[in-house]
């Protein structure tokens, strides 16, 4: 299934660049409502991110070449020694084996699973709203009862799967020492709380699906299988890809759940558990050099942004436009170019 | 100390203890004619509203802030409170430059090294009347190197021994607390020998882990980890700390619970008697209390080994940005007088650091004897509590040294504890590795 | 007209297996709340206990008393903080998205690739700096311990905006909004009229979504807003202001915050029910 997703995901940009509208039309309006209100309709956004996101991204550009002084806001310049420094840190390193590993763990079988949820809760359920409901109340408990639950839950000593592992006569694994069972517990931890809101999103974009694909395909004598990935799987490309983007961007800023993970929130005695966004903090808040965290942010950034672009390249790679539904999607798009030139 | 500032959900106004509603407390203490004195009003009798800015529990209830507001009609009062003192640290370095902190704000004496590079955005709080109301040690360390008085000292954390006597007993040990004290009385070695008596009659561990019982040995050493004059690291080549490091590594695979502090194991192990003694400070009685309160057979032994020991403490300061930097001064001034300290004390389990309260044992015992059922005394079967952690307070000798990268080294000397503990590495190959990383550090 | 009839719906019938599956999923949802329960009807050492029973305790109530009565924690200010906040914040976030989001999916205007990559790189920025560069400037605006430090900024979020806009691509036909233009509807008529109702599904997940997040939300509102005029974890996170934490209270205290957005739930859960173009596509 994981390999199905992948390959979905990409080609987005394209379709969607496509897809905007051809909206040509100068009859009644002025043409400036066609050219204009665009814009007017996504200022807002860049207005908010202008009011309160623009100046954090470039005070941190601006500071991750300083010294800085946080208190006093003020520093001194000094190029890029604090990449150079965080580049030949040792932690650094680790923490971004951690961070893609325990990325790796929670993005795949949370992607799987959320897109198996979806389907199921696509069907035509006897009360239907307390399925979905259902799947979302994961994501409404408070954080910190799901950081007590899984702290109970994962204690190497007292906690609740040793002590059953233990009482079927399985040695307790040690959550907080070794460093794939940290992951996979942290993992867990992430795939708890998100794979049902995923599985939402999904499951809006399945919802709008035009039923009569599916009847096409069920006299075609098309299994529920084979409809699933002909006609579902290809009709929700837009919605696969939002999700694969913001799970990645996501997955690699991964912070509360490890920081929650034990007591210190430092990322375990050898680091088994420390990601890129607790070494930046621990960096800036631990040891008061917000320059340097300034710079493993970008590092980061650049990171995901890397990544988010290697994503894509993949994805249009494996996608190929073989399918019934994509063909009348083309001929859509044809009639509909007609129209707007 | 340094387990404290990383702490999560669990801040630590290391004096915070017993439950936050034990309003009725303040009642039954002293009233409020003996506080009269040490209200300093200002000339200006403007109305004026103060916000101080506290976290964990610092035993400022409602009714004695309100006593400060009948003294002061003038002044309203109003208190804000942090949850963890990782969360108030985060909140007070962010605006401490830039304006919008309380006009009175709490800090831990863990954020010191951090403080004093910043004294400048601090009211000098140097005045004759408070002269000498501290112990020595608190007041130097929240003096600045301009010799300003930055600070006032609230609660500190004088360490004793706690154990449980049923645990003792069973040991075929004696479990009074003067003969435990006599047991003890002595070096580290005496209490590691003595646990490895325990650990051979029982099979049980002796102390919780490493963390906690490193903390306490390394706090009697002057200089551990950075040259006082210099600055420089001295960590990796300072023989007490290497010493340390082997005597208590040699001894913890036989007597250790291998349980690190705070977390859910160490609450657990407390609650299933998994240990029979640990280091205590004054505030350490209430998280015993609230996690093992069924045990009714724990008790405070007035020892320390090699000597006293102090973990944690408090103070208030007064940003100079504020607008009302005169009153708020007189405000904090009032609260750490010694009077309200033992409010305190009886409120939220804060134990002073004020000369004069830590003399007056009656009222230190009647404290600690108050407050929500059980009491401490009550909980700890033991009056005389207030004495022995006075006692304590006058046992410590040394002020440790805690320069820029304090926290940093003492981090990485507990993680490399953990290490061994927890037999990812031996011994050798976490100091080495310790020692890599701190020389990293900078 | 969201009650359409659905005989041949999705990718098939369910079968008790698929309701077996889901029940299972259910469950394991339901599980954080149940032991949320048994923590809070117990006492302060439930939590740590080794033998918990799956029984509930009898204290819940007098948890749940004792945590909002704290007179410290300024509750009932704290929950109409939180519904304003929230309220605000979701409302805002899915008209601003889907409005931007209607621009990019089905809007051709110059740079509008480029403008969709700035929103989600945006995304891509770690926020665990931020928050003292937005104190800063909130603190400039004068901002600071107002509702609106905490709303402002999270009017419209990246996320909504290319949610809307991937939503938007895949639900809205285009044939739909060139009819409607021909028709001679101005944008904003064929925005309202159409991008609105297509987006409804999504739009109203996005509400949930935002309201719930903004709901829980602890950091940025502890450092901007204090005790007096709180949202509830600003609130209730003074029930943990003790060296030892009483969690039966604590979690009692969350329960009952928690609350609002399960009847919230029940209100929205039916807008999610479904596909309302299906309708207007063919029609």
């Known amino acids: 299934m994981s390999t199905t997703i992948a390959p979905q995901s990409g080609g987005s940009k394209e379709r969607v660049r496509q897809d905007k509208s051809q909206l040509n039309w100068r009859q009644r309006r002025g043409q400036w409502d066609v050219k204009y209100s665009p814009y007017l309709y996504i200022a807002p956004f860049f207005i908010v991110f202008g009011v309160a996101g623009l100046f954090p991204i470039i005070y941190t550009a601006f500071i991750s070449l300083q010294d800085w002084d946080l208190v006093r806001n003020s520093g001194e310049y000094i190029g890029f020694g604090q990449y150079n420094w965080v580049l030949h840190d040792r932690e650094f390193w680790i923490a971004l084996r951690n961070t893609f590993s325990i990325f790796l763990l929670s993005a795949i079988p949370q992607l799987v699973a959320a897109t198996v949820i979806a389907a199921m809760l696509d069907q035509n359920l006897r009360a239907r709203t307390l399925w979905r409901m259902g799947v979302l109340l994961p994501y409404v408990v408070a954080p910190v009862a799901v950081s007590l639950i899984f702290s109970n839950m994962f204690g190497d000593k007292f906690g609740l799967i040793n002590t059953l592992l233990s009482d079927i006569g399985i040695d307790p694994i040690l959550w907080h020492t070794d460093i794939i069972p940290s992951h996979i517990a942290i993992a867990t931890m992430v795939n708890f709380r998100w794979t049902g809101y995923n599985a939402l999103i999904l499951l809006a974009a399945m919802q709008a699906i035009p039923r009569d694909l599916y009847e096409a395909a069920a006299i075609d004598g098309a299994k529920t299988v084979r409809r699933f990935f002909s006609v579902t799987i290809p009709q929700i490309r837009p919605t696969m890809i939002f999700v694969i983007i913001t799970a990645t961007i996501g997955g690699l800023q991964i912070f509360d759940e490890p920081r929650m993970y034990d007591q210190t929130g430092t990322g375990g005695a050898n680091k088994q558990w420390l990601t890129i966004t607790m070494y930046l903090y621990n960096i800036g808040w631990g040891k008061f050099n917000f320059g340097r965290a300034a710079a493993v942010a970008w590092l980061l950034f650049l990171i995901i942004i890397a990544i988010t672009l290697m994503n894509n390249y993949l994805t249009r790679r494996f996608v190929s436009g073989e399918d019934a539904v994509k063909k009348s999607k083309k001929t859509s798009l044809k009639l509909t170019a007609k129209g707007g030139k | ?442 | 007209m969201a009650r359409r009839t659905r005989t041949s719906i999705g990718t098939g019938r369910p079968t008790p297996f698929v309701y077996a599956m889901l029940a299972v999923v259910l469950v394991g949802s339901m599980f954080p709340f149940y032991w949320s329960f048994l923590i809070g009807s117990g006492d302060a050492s439930t939590i740590y206990s080794q033998n918990l029973s799956w029984w509930p305790g009898g204290n819940f109530l007098s948890n749940a008393q004792e945590a909002i009565s704290n007179p410290a924690v300024n509750f009932w200010k704290a929950l109409v903080n939180s519904i304003i906040v929230s309220t605000v914040t979701a409302a805002s976030t899915v008209f601003l998205s889907t409005l931007a989001g209607f621009a990019f999916a089905k809007l051709r205007f110059k740079g509008s690739g480029p403008l969709l990559v700035a929103v989600i790189a945006t995304m891509a920025v770690p926020v665990q700096l931020g928050v003292v560069p937005l104190y800063i400037a909130m603190s400039k605006l004068g901002w600071t311990g107002t509702l609106g430090a905490v709303i402002i900024p999270a009017l419209v979020t990246a996320f909504g905006v290319f949610w809307m806009t991937q939503y938007l691509s895949q639900a809205l036909p285009t044939e739909l909004i060139e009819a409607a233009r021909v028709d001679g509807c101005s944008m904003i008529r064929t925005f309202w009229h159409l991008g609105l109702t297509a987006a409804r599904p999504a739009a109203a997940m996005l509400a949930l979504f935002t309201f719930t997040t903004t709901w829980n939300n602890f950091f940025w509102p502890f450092i901007v807003l204090d005790q007096q005029n709180p949202t509830l974890p600003v609130a209730l996170s003074l029930l943990q202001a003790n060296y030892f934490v009483d969690y039966s209270l604590v979690l009692a205290g969350v329960l009952v915050a928690t609350l609002p957005l399960l009847i919230l739930f029940i209100f929205t859960g039916r807008q999610l029910v479904s596909g309302i173009m299906q309708g207007a596509v063919k029609g």
């Open chain 2, 1 to 442: 100390m340094s387990l404290s500032r990383r702490k999560k959900t669990l801040g630590m106004a290391a004096g915070a203890t017993v439950f936050a509603l034990t309003l009725a407390a303040c009642g039954s203490s002293d009233p409020a004619d003996d506080t009269t004195e040490a209200t300093e009003t200002t000339e200006n009798t403007e109305p004026v509203t103060l916000t101080v800015a506290t976290f964990n529990n610092f035993g400022y209830t409602e009714e004695l802030l309100q006593e400060y507001m009948d003294l002061n009609p003038h002044v309203t009062v109003v208190h804000n409170v942090a949850a963890t003192s990782n969360d108030a640290r985060t909140n007070y370095f962010a605006k401490l430059g830039a304006g919008g902190l309380a006009d009175i704000e709490a800090i831990e004496v863990d954020w010191m090294p951090e403080v004093m590079q910043y004294t400048d955005f601090l009211a000098d709080l140097t005045d004759p009347e408070v002269e000498g109301r501290w112990l020595d040690w608190k007041t130097a360390a929240a003096t600045d190197p301009d010799g300003r008085l930055i600070a006032y000292g609230t609660d500190i954390g004088p360490e004793a021994v706690c154990y449980d006597a049923a645990l003792l007993e069973a040991a075929g040990m004696p479990s009074d607390p003067d003969e435990v004290a006599a047991l003890l009385e002595g070096d580290w070695d005496t209490y590691f020998e003595v646990g490895q008596d325990y650990v051979d009659a029982t099979g049980k561990a002796w102390f919780d882990g490493a963390g906690g019982t490193y903390q306490g040995m390394i706090n009697q050493v002057e200089a551990a980890y950075e040259n006082p004059e210099t600055g420089e690291i001295i960590a990796t080549e300072n023989p007490e700390v290497k010493a340390i490091f082997d005597q208590l590594t040699a001894v913890t695979p036989e007597i250790s619970a291998h349980l690190s502090q705070w977390s859910d194991d160490w609450f657990a192990g407390l609650a299933t008697g998994t240990y029979a003694t640990m280091l205590c400070p004054g505030w350490m009685l209430g998280v015993i209390k609230g996690a093992a309160p069924d045990t009714t057979t724990w008790n405070v032994a007035d020892v320390f080994p090699g000597g006293g020991g102090n973990w944690g403490g408090s103070y208030l300061t007064v940003p100079e940005a504020g607008d009302n930097v005169d009153a708020a001064k007189a405000l904090a001034n009032w609260l750490t007088a010694p009077e309200q300290q033992l409010k305190a004390l009886a409120a939220a389990g804060t134990f002073p650091s004020q000369n004069s309260a830590l003399e007056d044992e009656a009222a230190l015992n009647a404290a600690m004897a108050s407050g929500e059922a059980p009491t401490n005394a009550e909980f700890f079967n033991n009056d005389s509590l207030g004495t022995i952690f006075s006692n304590r307070a006058n046992a410590i000798e040394v002020s440790p040294f805690k320069g820029e990268f304090y926290f940093q080294v003492n981090d990485a000397m507990q993680n490399a504890l953990t290490r061994v503990e927890d037999g990812s590495q031996d011994p050798t190959t976490s100091w080495n590795q310790f020692v890599t990383e701190v020389e990293g550090i900078g």
